[in-house]
């Protein structure tokens, strides 16, 4: 039995060493949105017999993306920068024999593509199908990760450029904004003779009805929030194919709760801000996972194009209300209770 053992690992590699085998690598494994992406595809071993070899590339459009929970399978926003690959994502090629030897050809090609979601993502190999009907071993079983961030601000003005020398002086005619200089000074005399006539005027009316004033309701954050959200919910936007809509409306009614309820600068800030301010003050941080989740989905839906699946959108609308119920007000509930009775 040692004797055949030793026989087997003797003869494996020799066996792989000879097999028809493809690899792929990218070009990075980091980029922004809307960066250009190179796939390098390597194909060794390849038979003279079976050089027609067919690539199909379908696998890609759709694929797990690793850092977004909810989004596990979902149609890749991704673009090909190949001419050569046609709306069936695939590519039939013809290797030229006279590259090869008795040991077989070796062929490699490079790839370019677009990716416009953001998340990490694992990029399965393709598919390769021979003349005859046979799949191309892929090395190792490889899936390159590459990690999609969103887009940098614009890169600061270049100073550094050579200064060229001063062209002549030359006159223009005169126009409007030449006379700024007494212009803005008589505009600003005249507002500020509207602002205190209207201040005058404005006085005056609160004199006269000072008596007659109202007290100001005050409604809590919460009703305004579930209120909205009641409303959101009979519309079914998102049922119509407005997701955009329907996710910018859901986060605007979670931030300005936010707002409102823990006196955060919420509808203006980021979501990492936010979250950031959050863990400030008395905020229970096991709501954290859930509002973090409903923003970044919505920041996807608007930023990145993704589009996440139909049902996630009235989960969301349970799990804001439930934030909402969940995290209110109890003590000033119970006062206004208190006051009624």
Known sequence: MKFISYIICFLCPMLLHGQMMSTITLSADSVMVGDQVELSLNIKNIPLSQRDLNIDFSSIDTIKNLGIEGLENFRLDLEWQNRNIDE????GITIDPKKGNSGGIEWSETFKFI??????FQIPHPIIYTNTGEKVEIFNG???TILVNAPMESAPLDTTQIIHDIA???LE?????DHLYWIIPVV?????????????????????YQAAELPEEIIPSHITALQKLKALRSSEIWKTGDIKEFQSSLTYIVREYLENRYDIQALESTTGEILE????????????PTLKNILQIADLVKFAKADPPDQIHEEFLNTAEDFVNNTKEEERINNEDELAE
């Open 88 to 91: 069936s994502r695939s590519l």
């Open 277 to 288: 301010d959050l863990r400030k003050i008395s905020f229970d941080k096991d709501y954290v």
């Open 168 to 170: 002549p002086i030359q």
């Open 115 to 120: 990716i416009w979601d953001m998340g990490v």
């Open 173 to 177: 005619a005169k126009t409007w904004q």
């Open 142 to 144: 490889q899936m390159p």
């Open 188 to 208: 600003f005399l005249l507002l500020v003779l509207l602002a205190v006539l209207y201040g005058m005027r404005r006085k005056l009316k609160e004199s006269q």
